[in-house]
């Protein structure tokens, strides 16, 4: 059984750096799939924010492109998300999640919620 | 602005059947398949329907999907107050490289 279990400041300031970790359960990462992150403004819908496939390969949404970076660390079976130069618009609950090449994703995190406030 | 159209709101009262619509572009679901998740509050989503019409093991068969084209519709019929959610269409958008989703329809049972 597949299980993805996010971690991370629950309050990050405007301008700083938001980091998130999501430990994976019941499956090597580097294994294969895509494994990404995935995040829901208050009230609002879902935005994919990128994904990430071993041993490297990157894709983002452009629009936050420039302040994105997803990585991996196999020895712990986990991988990271790094959102630079918050703004308030960033809050939002982020969800890490594993999906197939050219498909959806089917395992979630249960998602934990990170507000830009200072 | 959601890469997927959905209508915000839809509503029904038991036992009904409801629709929910959902279109999207070429570079998505017109090249690829649509999906559905369901999203009860403060929970993840969960995936209702995979691959255009596929149900996963443990969804009711009240729950079905079609698509035409552009566009897509999630049934449910036999309406239930435990179907009141959010329902989400969500598509792999080959310029992205990425999912893509709906705004999300928010369904009310009366």
């Known amino acids: 059984q597949v299980q993805l279990q996010e971690s991370g400041p629950g309050l990050v300031k405007p301008s700083e750096t938001l980091s998130l970790t999501c430990a994976v359960s019941?499956?090597?990462?580097?294994?294969?799939?895509?494994w990404g992150w995935i995040r829901q403004p208050p009230g609002k819908g879902l935005e994919w924010i990128g994904s990430?496939?071993?041993?490297?390969?990157?894709y983002y949404d452009p629009s936050l492109k420039s302040r994105v970076t997803i990585s991996v660390d196999t020895s712990k079976n986990q991988f990271s998300l790094k959102l630079r130069s918050v703004t308030a618009a960033d809050t939002a609950v982020y969800y890490c999640?594993?999906?197939?090449?050219?498909?959806?994703?089917?395992?979630w995190g249960q998602g934990t919620l990170v507000t830009v406030s200072s | 602005q959601s890469v997927l159209t959905q209508p915000p709101s839809a509503s029904g009262t038991p036992g009904q059947r409801v629709t929910i619509s959902c279109s999207g572009s070429s570079s998505n679901m017109g090249s690829n398949t649509v999906n559905w998740y369901q999203q009860l509050p403060g929970t993840a989503p969960k995936l209702l329907i995979y691959s255009n019409n596929q149900r996963p093991s443990g969804v009711p068969d009240r729950f079905s999907g079609s698509k035409s084209g552009t566009s897509a519709s999630l049934a449910i019929s036999g309406l239930q107050s435990e179907d009141e959610a959010d329902y989400y269409c969500a598509a792999w958008d080959d310029s992205l490289n990425g999912p893509v989703f709906g705004g999300g329809t928010k369904l009310t049972v009366l």
């Open positions: 019941g499956y090597p990462i580097s294994s294969g799939y895509y």
């Open positions: 990430i496939y071993h041993p490297g390969s990157t």
């Open positions: 999640a594993r999906h197939s090449a050219g498909g959806i994703p089917n395992y």
